[in-house]
């Protein structure tokens, strides 16, 4: 299983239509967050099919297969890494320090959102978490978002502290992509603590943005929900 026979396959399952979708989808456009990002119209099972197929591929092989301009290469890439380390094909030390070494390339929310939790979530959730408080405080839209989302590692463990840290730190950002992912790591605590949930809310919604808010509030009464986005 090589390099060169992963892409002849991908390229037998090409679908225009699928990819002109995904490009508006995804925001590829001038100006926008995933500008000049390609398309090629994979679903994301077909992809994850393929990514397991070629598990054995080499990091050098992956970081080639990260490091394409097409998006359905780079997601395969980070669906292969999430296998090696959830199945012990690699030193999970190696694809967390490989992973995070790659981050330019791990650029828009569903490459963030399918691979952050199970690699950097899951390798820190024991250690130190430094490196996801210098992650909030990048440039880079996507390592803020890969701070926030590896939380949801930690939430399914119900430990939530650190992502209430976090939650904090970004209150005043700027990016949508990031109140979104804010407010659903938000949500899921409630999920599982609706009291934690509630103490964050009230110490902090006044400085919510709006779009933070909602998502986090989603699960609440449409009578609550009306109060918060009142008030």
Same mark, same amino acid.
């Given at each position: +299983? ?5 892409? *002849? ?54 970081? @080639?297969? !990260?490091?394409? @301009? ?6 395969? &890439? ?9 199945? $012990? ?17 791990? $650029? ?38 890969? &701070? ?22 970004? !209150?005043?950002? $700027? ?9 659903? +790591? ?15 809310? $009230?110490?902090?919604?006044?400085? +919510?943005?709006?779009?933070? !808010?909602?998502?986090?509030? *989603? ?13």
């Amino acid at each position: +299983m090589t390099l060169n026979k992963l892409r *002849e396959e991908i390229s037998k399952e090409k679908d225009e239509k699928r990819a002109e979708v995904n490009k508006r989808f995804f925001k590829s456009g001038k100006g926008e967050y995933g500008e000049g990002d390609i398309f090629i119209g994979l679903s994301v099972p077909k992809c994850r099919k393929i990514a397991i197929k070629y598990s054995a591929l080499s990091l050098g092989e992956v970081q @080639k297969l !990260l490091s394409s @301009k097409i998006h359905e290469e780079r997601l395969i &890439a980070l669906e292969i890494l999430v296998y090696k380390y959830e199945n $012990n094909l690699e030193n999970k030390k190696n694809i967390f320090e490989f992973y995070l070494s790659n981050t330019k390339f791990i $650029n828009n929310w569903d490459l963030v959102d399918l691979s952050a939790e199970y690699i950097v979530g899951d390798f820190l959730f024991d250690k130190d978490k430094e490196i996801l408080y210098d992650l909030t405080k990048s440039s880079n839209l996507w390592e803020r978002r890969i &701070a926030i989302v590896s939380t949801f590692n930690f939430i399914k463990r119900r430990k939530f502290k650190d992502t209430l840290k976090l939650a904090k730190i970004l !209150l005043n950002d $700027n990016h949508d992509l990031i109140h979104k992912a804010v407010g659903w +790591m938000l949500r899921e605590i409630g999920k599982r603590d609706e009291e934690i949930l509630r103490k964050f809310l $009230n110490d902090n919604y006044k400085k +919510m943005p709006r779009t933070m !808010l909602r998502y986090a509030i *989603e699960r609440f009464s449409q009578e609550e929900r009306k109060g918060f986005m009142r008030k």
